[in-house]
């Protein structure tokens, strides 16, 4: 059994940085797809940003430049730094772990972490 624990969110002002962990046990970790999305009320969720075993990442527009996913693999831990944060981006940020061979139903997810931004 897959466990994610997230850390790191809180209430900052527009143009703040927070950073966000993900701390992952039970699984090989390094072979995982590694995410973060976050739900704003009334909303979807939406895939913030993705980072696979090569390296490869994948954001959202609207956080390109602005956020960035890394991982530490001897860790069991991805990250999220988000910098110039926007009230627009004030959301649950949930962690995810999918292995590539498995169909998605097979995802792992956090228990989310909220982030504000406001003033």
């Known amino acids: 059994q897959v466990q994610l624990v997230e850390s790191g969110g809180g209430l900052v002002q527009p143009g703040g940085s927070l950073r966000l962990s993900c701390a992952a046990s039970?699984?090989?970790?390094?072979?995982?797809?590694m995410g973060w999305y976050r739900q704003a009320p009334g909303k979807q969720r939406e895939l913030v940003a993705a980072?696979?075993?090569?390296?490869?990442?994948n954001y959202a527009d609207s956080v390109k430049g602005r956020f960035t996913i890394s991982r530490a693999n001897a860790k069991n831990t991805v990250f999220l730094q988000m910098n110039s944060l926007k009230p627009e981006d004030t959301a649950v940020y949930y962690c995810?772990?999918?292995?590539?061979?498995?169909?998605?139903?097979?995802?792992?997810w956090g228990q989310g972490t909220q982030v504000t931004v406001s003033s």
């Open positions: 039970g699984t090989i970790f390094s072979l995982y797809v």
């Open positions: 995810n772990a999918g292995h590539p061979s498995l169909p998605r139903r097979y995802d792992y």
């Open positions: 980072l696979d075993s090569s390296g490869t990442t």
